[in-house]
C-alpha cells in the first residue's frame, strides 16, 4: 500500500533526534496513563527536540507549545511528587460547568493567536495551529493538577494534530499521534478507575 511505503520512507529519513523525540513522548503518554513521576522527565527530553523541529518545518505555535511543555515538564514533576499536606496528588474529577467555561475562554485566545498569526507570521494552518495549542496549554496543565478530563481534551487535541502533521510530511509524528489517540482513551479509563474504585460485593449470610 502506498501509505505503507510512505511511512518507511520517512520512518528512514527521520533524524536520529526526532525518531528519539518520538520514543520519549510515546514514554511520557503511558507513563503519565499509569501514574509514574517519571513521565515528566521523558516529557522534558522530548519537547526540547521537538521544539526545534516544529520550528524548522514553520509550526511557530507548535514550536512555542513545546518550549511551554519543558517548563511544564519541572512544576509536574514537583506537583507530582507531593500535595499540600506532603502527600502523592490524588485524581481530582471536574463538574461540566466548570469545563464549559473554561473551554469558551480558549476558544477565544485560540481566535485572537489565530488571527494574530494569520495577519502578521509565516505560519501554516494558523487558527489550527493556534487552536491546539492554547487547548493543549490548558491540558498539560489539567495533566499536572491530576484532572480525570485531561484525557477527553487529549483526544481532541490529538486527532486534530495528526491533519496538521500529514500536511506537513511529518508521517511518523503523525502515526505517533494515532497511536495517542487510543492510549489518551485508555489513561481515561485507567485514571477512572483509581478515581471511582469498584467496592468488593459482600454476600450478607442469612440469620
Given at each position: 500500500m502506498e501509505w505503507i511505503n510512505a511511512l518507511l520512507r520517512d520512518a528512514s529519513a527521520l533524524s536520529q533526534w526526532e525518531a528519539l523525540a518520538v520514543v520519549l513522548a510515546l514514554a511520557y503518554v503511558l507513563?503519565?496513563?499509569?501514574?509514574s513521576l517519571w513521565c515528566w522527565p521523558a516529557a522534558l527530553f522530548s519537547t526540547a527536540i521537538y521544539t526545534v523541529i516544529?520550528?524548522?518545518?514553520?509550526?511557530?505555535?507548535?514550536?512555542?507549545?513545546?518550549?511551554?511543555?519543558?517548563?511544564?515538564?519541572?512544576?509536574?514533576?514537583?506537583?507530582w511528587r507531593r500535595d499540600d499536606k506532603g502527600k502523592p496528588k490524588a485524581i481530582q474529577s471536574w463538574r461540566w460547568q466548570r469545563h464549559v467555561l473554561w473551554v469558551a475562554l480558549m476558544a477565544a485566545i485560540a481566535m485572537v493567536a489565530g488571527f494574530v498569526?494569520?495577519?502578521?507570521t509565516h505560519a501554516d494552518y494558523p487558527w489550527l495551529d493556534a487552536?491546539?495549542?492554547?487547548?493543549?496549554v490548558f491540558a498539560t496543565w489539567l495533566v499536572a493538577q491530576k484532572v480525570l478530563e485531561n484525557w477527553l481534551y487529549w483526544i481532541v487535541i490529538d486527532i486534530v494534530s495528526i491533519y496538521l502533521y500529514l500536511n506537513k510530511g511529518l508521517l511518523l509524528t503523525s502515526a505517533l499521534f494515532v497511536l495517542y489517540v487510543g492510549i489518551a482513551a485508555a489513561g481515561y479509563w485507567l485514571w477512572y478507575q483509581r478515581l471511582h474504585p469498584r467496592q468488593p460485593h459482600v454476600a450478607h449470610r442469612p440469620a
Open positions: 507513563l503519565a496513563a499509569k501514574e516544529f520550528w524548522e518545518v514553520s509550526l511557530l505555535m507548535e514550536s512555542l507549545l513545546n518550549a511551554y511543555y519543558m517548563a511544564m515538564a519541572v512544576y509536574g514533576f514537583m506537583v498569526m494569520s495577519t502578521y487552536a491546539t495549542t492554547v487547548f493543549a
